[in-house]
T-cell receptor, first 110, second 114 residues
């Protein structure tokens, strides 16, 4: 079946550090892939997406590349800020609904 | 565009009481989804609708849970009777036809059953 696996958190970084949050998926075919972000007390917001292999989604300095060969969609940012502290969810389009990973908490300190 | 609107934002109720959560999706979106979020289980899909018709309710945990979508602009999730283990944040999300654009989530309803 379809599933998404994210690295377990929390991830704790200092401001301006490099960020990677790993995400791998299992799916039939080539689903669209997404990263969502959830700030404290809020709903999930779409951060970026990629709809086919080798696509790179990007937004607000975050990037993720759809890697078919490794079934991965890792989230990266070159220099994190305190304001990036949030929970990040990887998700895939299962055709009828999105399937989400369990989320990775990022905490950035100044 | 006001986005997906959920009400109430917070609900505290006593065990055994009926709880009704409300959602107004984005105008023109064909699909509506209800999710539950807890620390233990993460995000769980409860039910989703296409064009106001329930398509898959296999995620609804028990018969105490029911959901309706009487028209394209309104949906409810009802728990009757409520139990302490139902305490969670309940999210509604909507999307246009197809999922290539992902969802737009509401701000959620934090339910506490005491």
């Amino acid at each position: 079946g379809n599933s998404v696996t994210q690295m377990e958190g929390p991830v704790t970084l200092s401001e301006e550090a490099f960020l990677t949050i790993n995400c791998t998926y299992t799916a039939t075919g080539y689903p669209s892939l997404f990263w969502y972000v959830q700030y404290p007390g809020e709903g999930l917001q779409l951060l970026l997406k990629a709809t086919k292999a080798d696509d790179k989604g990007s937004n607000k300095g975050f990037e993720a590349t759809y890697r078919k060969e490794t079934t991965s969609f890792h989230l990266e940012k070159g220099s994190v800020q305190v304001s990036d502290s949030a929970v990040y969810f990887c998700a895939l389009d299962a055709g009828t609904a999105l399937i989400f990973g369990k989320g990775t908490t990022l905490s950035v300190s100044s | 565009d006001a986005g997906v609107i959920q009400s109430p934002r917070h609900e505290v109720t006593e065990m055994g009481q009926e709880v009704t959560l409300r959602c107004k999706p984005i105008s023109g979106h064909n699909s509506l989804f209800w999710y539950r979020q807890t620390m233990m289980r993460g995000l769980e899909l409860l039910i989703y609708f296409n064009n106001n018709v329930p398509i898959d309710d296999s995620g609804m945990p028990e018969d105490r849970f029911s959901a309706k979508m009487p028209n394209a602009s309104f949906s409810t999730l009802k728990i009757q009777p409520s139990e302490p283990r139902d305490s969670a944040v309940y999210f509604c999300a909507s999307s246009p036809r197809g999922l290539i654009h992902g969802y737009t989530f509401g701000s959620g309803t934090r339910l506490t059953v005491v």
